[in-house]
């Protein structure tokens, strides 16, 4: 048993460590912060960001400096796991609000909570964007070191602005952070120590080439299974003086230093960035008085949907069903409740060409994932005449749904972001003298297609004979695609749903896991066509879809390979990544869905259930992404105004109107100069008429 146990652990494949590097800001990922912040980073900084005196010790000093009253509304930006919003909440403070970035932390705090019985709420966010009211908090805190991590000044000033807006007139910014002077000149340059019983980090520390930041490496190594991780993290040093410089620009007043202080450590070792830090507070700054805001007309958004009066060969029976027609239903219902928007609805792909042309709209929400004239394969068509109309719309652009519907681009792109993908075959269409592979159970499926289209119960095979039947059947029904044969996994299956965009924040909802135990037996274990479009079968009624229960690293891990392929592949505003594990564990990619299924009961918004959010909030934050993204604002209603009848006038309006009717010679009529704004208003009325006379050719 020992040795089969030993023989196990040395299959499993070790992280990689790049070794000796002569230059660590070269290695240094400029978003370092996205996966630093999990389970690895409290047990490295546990002995500081986990030890009760320093947080008791801090959250007295941010008493004491703000004269913070139980009654105060209080933000802890960059919360961590929570430890000082939970102190807080400890000494009675009862209007606490804990914002941070990592999703672990997150998750940790309001466990941390639950178990104490104690209330703050946790959010995860962006500091340079928190989406939290203006005018909300009296206090708004950055403890323990948590400023000063992003690559550009710049998106440390957004921070302090966002701090600005969500302050209260009379309230305070507190500030904990390194002291950059003393850190300068005093950093370990190597370091090493053990973390618990089986595990030691080793660090080694440097300057950046402009001396502004630190930069430091840690390589986290386990007594038994190696590296587990080498990592790179750097943190801007701020100074007394260059710190109250920015303050001071953003609009700060009354910047007040209260000191340094030093962290204590329960393994009195390496203490690193938390050595000595500087302890400031200041004022809000001065908020211009706001004019009186009239009203505000609400967003229009026209949503683009799939065609119920034309057949639809993806659906059951070739056509719209009941319960498609029902799916619609709720989607209109979830969205009317949304405050701020005002919807229309375009179906009808026979016109749909003149429709978009001659449409005034602020957003296109594009849920028309059937395609052009419910075609799949013209997905891409209706994005692509939006971009040819100038129409603003969410998800994804017709390049980011061409690259994703070719399954094998998509797993091309994959491996070069080291996101592991199933072992497979690719097969032209009409090549009869094509290698088949060897290695059972297969998986067969269309290279390029949607919603499972060729993917059914037979589409699993077990031997050489059945791979070919379904091969043949596959060219039959999809005479000119390419057929991949894949290797079938066959462990615990994945989704991971994300909504935002990188750079303005991209979160993540809870992991899906789909769960199998209650499908008969004798049917393979997939996510195929008739779990998707057939009611009856035990595909939909037998398969459940639940919260996954993973380890932090694999959590994390999933995450990051999901965050890599949005970006590379272009997704826009929401996508969904599906992962599946083979026998031996090893979690691999199946699909990328940059514009997925966004119906009340599909897999995105049962994500979003897992975190509370209901089907209108899902939606919502959808179009937010969008909204955010383009730039879109809301117009103040156009009041029209009347002018009074001033008696006197009346002679005087009926003789220019005599004049106005009188009859003009041609040759003594001038040519008006038309308005720099109407020719441009003009010009972009013929451009427009020509792209939809474009379209009705196309169409």
Not at 10 to 35: C, F, M, N, Y
Not at 119 to 148: H, Q, T, Y
């Given at each position: 048993?020992?040795?089969?146990?030993?023989?196990?652990?040395?299959?499993?494949?070790?992280?990689?460590?790049?070794?000796?590097?002569?230059?660590?800001?070269?290695?240094?990922?400029?978003?370092?912060?996205?996966?630093?912040?999990?389970a690895l980073y409290v047990k490295t900084d546990g002995d500081v960001v986990e030890n009760s005196e320093n947080t008791s010790r801090d959250i007295d000093f941010l008493i004491a400096a703000s004269g913070l009253e139980k009654s105060h509304d209080v933000l802890d930006l960059c919360c961590g796991q929570g430890r000082h919003s939970l102190e807080l909440a400890r000494r009675g403070y009862r209007k606490v609000t804990g914002v941070d970035r990592s999703?672990?932390?997150?998750?940790?705090?309001?466990?941390?909570?639950?178990?104490?019985?104690?209330?703050?709420?946790?959010?995860?966010?962006?500091?340079?964007?928190?989406?939290?009211?203006?005018?909300?908090?009296?206090?708004?805190?950055?403890?323990?070191?948590?400023?000063?991590?992003?690559s550009n000044q710049t998106d440390d000033e957004k921070v302090l602005a966002a701090v600005a807006k969500m302050l209260r007139p009379s309230g305070q910014l507190v500030l904990d952070i390194t002291d950059g002077a003393y850190m300068a000149e005093h950093f370990e340059r190597r370091s090493w120590e053990w973390i618990d019983a089986h595990q030691f980090v080793c660090r080694e520390r440097s300057l950046s080439s402009d001396g502004d930041r630190l930069?430091?490496?840690?390589?986290?190594?386990?007594?038994?299974?190696?590296?587990?991780?080498?990592?790179?993290?750097?943190?801007?040093?701020?100074?007394?003086?260059?710190?109250?410089?920015?303050?001071?620009?953003?609009?700060?007043?009354?910047?007040?230093?209260?000191?340094?202080?030093?962290?204590?450590?329960?393994?009195?070792?390496?203490?690193?960035?938390?050595?000595?830090?500087?302890?400031?507070?200041?004022?809000?700054?001065?908020?211009?008085?706001?004019?009186?805001?009239?009203?505000?007309?609400?967003?229009?958004?026209?949503?683009?949907?799939?065609?119920?009066?034309?057949?639809?060969?993806?659906?059951?029976?070739?056509?719209?069903?009941?319960?498609?027609?029902?799916?619609?239903?709720?989607?209109?219902?979830a969205l009317a409740e949304l405050p701020g928007y005002q919807f229309r609805y375009l179906d009808n792909h026979k016109t749909l060409p003149r429709d978009l042309a001659e449409l005034q709209t602020d957003l296109v929400f594009n849920l028309c994932d059937e395609g052009f004239n419910n075609d799949p394969f013209k997905e891409l068509h209706v994005p692509a005449m939006l971009e040819m109309l100038g129409l603003q719309y969410t998800g994804g652009a017709?390049?980011?749904?061409?690259?994703?519907?070719?399954?094998?681009?998509?797993?091309?792109?994959?491996?070069?972001?080291?996101?592991?993908?199933?072992?497979?075959?690719?097969?032209?269409?009409?090549?009869?003298?094509?290698?088949?592979?060897?290695?059972?159970?297969?998986?067969?499926?269309?290279?390029?297609?949607?919603?499972?289209?060729?993917?059914?119960?037979?589409?699993?095979?077990?031997?050489?004979?059945?791979?070919?039947?379904?091969?043949?059947?596959?060219?039959?029904?999809?005479?000119?695609?390419?057929?991949?044969?894949?290797?079938?996994?066959?462990?615990?299956?994945?989704?991971?749903?994300?909504?935002?965009?990188?750079?303005?924040?991209?979160?993540?909802?809870?992991?899906?896991?789909?769960?199998?135990?209650?499908?008969?037996?004798?049917?393979?274990?997939?996510?195929?066509?008739?779990?998707?479009?057939?009611?009856?079968?035990?595909?939909?009624?037998?398969?459940?879809?639940?919260?996954?229960?993973?380890?932090?690293?694999?959590?994390?891990?999933?995450?990051?390979?999901?965050?890599?392929?949005?970006?590379?592949?272009?997704?826009?505003?929401?996508?969904?990544?599906?992962?599946?594990?083979?026998?031996?564990?090893?979690?691999?990619?199946?699909?990328?869905?940059?514009?997925?299924?966004?119906?009340?009961?599909?897999?995105?918004?049962?994500?979003?259930?897992?975190?509370?959010?209901?089907?209108?909030?899902?939606?919502?934050?959808?179009?937010?992404?969008?909204?955010?993204?383009?730039?879109?604002?809301?117009?103040?209603?156009?009041?029209?105004?009347?002018?009074?009848?001033?008696?006197?006038?009346?002679?005087?309006?009926?003789?220019?109107?005599?004049?106005?009717?009188?009859?003009?010679?041609?040759?003594?009529?001038?040519?008006?100069?038309?308005?720099?704004?109407?020719?441009?208003?003009?010009?972009?009325?013929?451009?427009?008429?020509?792209?939809?006379?474009?379209?009705?050719?196309?169409?």
């Open positions: 048993m020992a040795q089969s146990a030993k023989s196990k652990r040395a299959k499993r494949p070790a992280p990689r460590t790049i070794g000796p590097v002569a230059d660590l800001e070269q290695h240094l990922p400029s978003e370092w912060w996205r996966k630093l912040f999990n999703r672990y932390l997150i998750r940790l705090a309001k466990k941390r909570a639950q178990a104490e019985g104690l209330n703050v709420l946790f959010k995860e966010g962006d500091a340079r964007n928190p989406r939290l009211p203006e005018n909300s908090f009296d206090v708004v805190c950055i403890m323990g070191n948590s400023f000063g991590y992003f930069i430091s490496r840690e390589v986290i190594v386990h007594d038994e299974l190696g590296v587990i991780a080498d990592q790179f993290y750097a943190e801007r040093l701020y100074t007394r003086e260059t710190i109250g410089k920015l303050l001071e620009k953003l609009g700060f007043r009354n910047f007040r230093d209260h000191g340094s202080t030093e962290s204590v450590s329960d393994r009195e070792q390496d203490l690193g960035m938390m050595a000595r830090r500087i302890l400031l507070t200041a004022d809000a700054p001065v908020k211009p008085a706001r004019k009186a805001k009239g009203a505000m007309q609400r967003l229009d958004v026209t949503v683009l949907l799939g065609d119920p009066r034309l057949p639809d060969q993806v659906k059951r029976g070739g056509t719209f069903n009941p319960e498609d027609l029902e799916t619609v239903k709720r989607l209109k219902e017709p390049a980011a749904l061409a690259a994703c519907y070719d399954k094998g681009l998509v797993r091309a792109a994959a491996m070069t972001l080291d996101v592991p993908v199933p072992l497979e075959t690719y097969v032209r269409p009409g090549d009869q003298g094509a290698t088949l592979p060897s290695v059972f159970p297969a998986l067969l499926k269309p290279n390029v297609g949607d919603s499972s289209e060729g993917i059914t119960k037979d589409a699993v095979v077990t031997d050489e004979t059945a791979l070919i039947d379904y091969l043949e059947k596959l060219r039959a029904a999809f005479p000119r695609r390419p057929v991949l044969v894949q290797e079938y996994l066959t462990g615990p299956e994945y989704s991971v749903g994300m909504i935002g965009n990188p750079g303005q924040g991209l979160r993540t909802l809870p992991i899906l896991e789909v769960d199998y135990s209650k499908l008969d037996p004798s049917l393979p274990k997939i996510l195929g066509y008739e779990s998707k479009w057939e009611p009856d079968s035990p595909y939909w009624t037998q398969i459940r879809y639940l919260e996954a229960d993973l380890s932090d690293i694999l959590q994390q891990q999933l995450i990051e390979h999901s965050s890599r392929l949005f970006e590379r592949l272009g997704c826009r505003d929401y996508a969904r990544f599906d992962f599946r594990a083979d026998a031996r564990g090893e979690i691999k990619l199946l699909e990328v869905n940059p514009n997925p299924g966004w119906c009340w009961d599909g897999k995105f918004n049962l994500m979003a259930g897992f975190a509370g959010i209901r089907y209108s909030e899902m939606l919502a934050q959808v179009l937010g992404a969008a909204v955010e993204r383009l730039g879109v604002v809301e117009r103040p209603v156009q009041v029209e105004r009347t002018e009074k009848r001033d008696p006197a006038k009346e002679p005087m309006k009926v003789a220019a109107a005599k004049a106005e009717k009188a009859p003009v010679k041609k040759a003594e009529k001038k040519p008006e100069k038309q308005p720099a704004k109407k020719a441009a208003q003009k010009a972009k009325k013929a451009a427009k008429k020509k792209s939809a006379a474009r379209l009705k050719q196309v169409a």
